[in-house]
């Protein structure tokens, strides 16, 4: 009998596990012997703070992040063919969404093996939950160009989208970059075009605010989003 491929979500912010996770997706740790990790100090630090009872030094861990090829990771789903549960973690909120881990769910689909996804926290969905803006009809972009002239032309484009279809554009940036993406989409977007803005997301410093971009042009001195985890939406 094959094991499973079980999807443990990870907090995305709070302290408290208990604010983010079932306490079924504990038990189901507890399980696992092996992990398929994007960051191997961040789910060593997550399983002690989860109360992880196995042994750490007795567990495997496998790497899967953007670096990681389709020929490294052959082996990495061979605990479940000995009968065995393997959990992977993403470095926060949901594996396999804005995470690699699509790649090792992708070869566990073409095995026939079970896979087990678990509730837990997105910065994502949180956000557009918070946000006001259209939930029927939307789209994750990723990352915008890091270039000011090709950011503010791919603003413009999903700035079209929405006002041709109203689906909500949904993007992140590096964190160190945060200021300099909502100054992008003030000067870049029409003056009605609704913008969100959604940081620290599960902590007590949580901010979700939507405003026009005429009103963020005003208002965004006042937030400071330097190193803080923030997600981006436009809507109309």
Not at 17 to 40: A, K, Q, Y
Not at 83 to 88: P, R, S, V, W
Not at 114 to 138: D, R, W
Not at 200 to 224: C, F, G, Y
Request: proline fraction near 5%; glycine fraction near 6%; charge should be neutral.
């Amino acid at each position: 009998m094959k094991g499973r491929l079980i999807l443990f979500p990870v907090p995305i912010g709070a302290d408290d596990i208990g604010l983010s996770l079932p306490s079924n997706n504990i038990e189901l740790l507890n399980r696992c012997h092996t992990f398929i990790v994007e960051e191997l100090r961040t789910a060593r630090r997550f399983l002690k703070h989860a109360g992880y009872t196995h042994p750490i030094d007795e567990t495997e861990f496998y790497l899967l992040n953007e670096h990681t090829s389709q020929q490294e990771i052959a082996h990495y789903l061979d605990a479940i063919d000995r009968g065995e549960d393997t959990g992977m973690l993403s470095e926060a909120g949901l594996p396999c969404v804005a995470d690699p881990g699509a790649m090792v769910t992708r070869m566990a689909q073409s095995r026939g093996i079970e896979i087990v996804p678990l509730v837990g926290p997105s910065s994502l969905m949180l956000a557009l939950m918070a946000s006001g803006l259209n939930g029927q009809s939307f789209a994750f972009h990723g990352y915008l160009p890091v270039e000011r002239q090709q950011r503010n032309a791919a603003i413009r484009a999903l700035e079209h989208a929405t006002q041709r279809t109203g689906q909500t554009q949904i993007f992140i940036e590096a964190p160190y970059r945060n200021n300099q993406m909502l100054q992008s989409l003030t000067e870049t977007c029409c003056n009605d075009t609704l913008i969100c803005v959604a940081c620290d997301l599960t902590l007590p410093t949580q901010t979700v605010r939507t405003l026009t971009a005429q009103k963020w042009r005003s208002h965004r001195e006042k937030i400071n989003l330097h190193k803080r985890n923030t997600v981006f939406l436009i809507g109309v």
